[in-house]
């Protein structure tokens, strides 16, 4: 049998975790002196409150060695083997404790680390057809392969309602945060080899502006892999939500519209209201 295993920062919600049989391990959320496990012991609106009364934005780490061990060290005495899918190792070394843990039990040859080169769903992307191959009987070596070809045609981005998050992470200048608030500017963060980095940039009420950003993808999204498309946000209005799940079935194009809440880690960085639509570009 072959094992999926990600990261927290997949923001696969506990419906599709327990569809698809994965394991999801946490990495941390540093609230001042206490620490936290993604998705185990904080909630994303737990960590705006502490961020807004410190005015900080919450340290996150990766995976812990003796976390990762218990993972792999499940493999011991079996005949399975794991594909383990982590955040984009710009981001996190996450993968590199994976690894080091597999070497470090002896198990490297039952093991996949799989770099995302991605964050939140832009993995879960990945790891869905990942866990629907190997319900298919497909070897890992075979699974493996076709990740690595769908990896670079994931198509992640985002769009931030408020600056003031990225900048007390030091990802945005006071005067552009502060410019951005006056003039309601919204930047989209697009996800590319494995780093993230500013877009085009909407301005007005984060409602209408997310609707734009949708349309503005609407070409890519008509050529997209039909089998899904993710709407993940930080904490949106119901409202817009429902917006862009209706604008996406509109195109009747995708077999699966999924929304999912994005966890503490992404949520740490990016602040309330966030929105963004991920999926696969065509061949």
């Not at 039952?110 to 992307?125: H, M, P, Q, R």
């Amino acid at each position: 049998m072959i094992r999926i295993v990600a990261d927290s920062t997949c923001d696969l919600s506990a419906d599709l975790i327990q569809k698809y049989g994965i394991r999801i391990a946490p990495l941390h959320i540093v609230l001042g002196e206490k620490e936290y496990l993604d998705g185990a012991e904080i909630t994303p609106d737990e960590i705006y409150e502490w961020a807004d009364l410190h005015g900080e934005t919450p340290k996150t780490s990766a995976i812990g060695f003796e976390d990762a061990s218990e993972v792999i060290g499940q493999l011991s005495g079996t005949d399975d083997e794991m594909i383990i899918f982590t955040i984009s190792e710009k981001m996190s070394t996450t993968a590199n404790v994976f690894r080091m843990a597999a070497e470090e039990l002896r198990l490297d040859k039952k093991v996949t680390v799989i770099d995302s080169a991605n964050l939140s769903t832009g993995i879960s992307l990945m790891i869905i057809k990942a866990a629907v191959m190997a319900k298919e009987g497909k070897s890992r070596e075979e699974i493996c392969k076709e990740i690595e070809v769908l990896r670079g045609m994931v198509r992640s981005s985002f769009v931030v309602d408020t600056l003031v998050y990225l900048h007390r992470g030091g990802r945005c200048s006071s005067v552009a945060a502060l410019a951005g608030g006056v003039l309601k500017l919204h930047p989209k963060i697009v996800v590319a080899n494995g780093s993230m980095s500013a877009d085009k940039k909407y301005r007005g009420n984060i409602g209408k502006v997310i609707i734009d950003y949708v349309k503005d993808l609407e070409s890519e999204l008509t050529n997209a892999d039909k089998d899904r498309v993710f709407i993940t946000h930080s904490g949106c209005e119901q409202e817009i939500i429902d917006e862009v799940y209706t604008y996406l079935e509109n195109l009747h194009h995708f077999n699966e519209i999924l929304i999912t809440r994005a966890g503490g880690v992404i949520s740490s960085h990016c602040g309330p209201g966030t929105l963004g639509v991920l999926y696969i570009a065509g061949i």
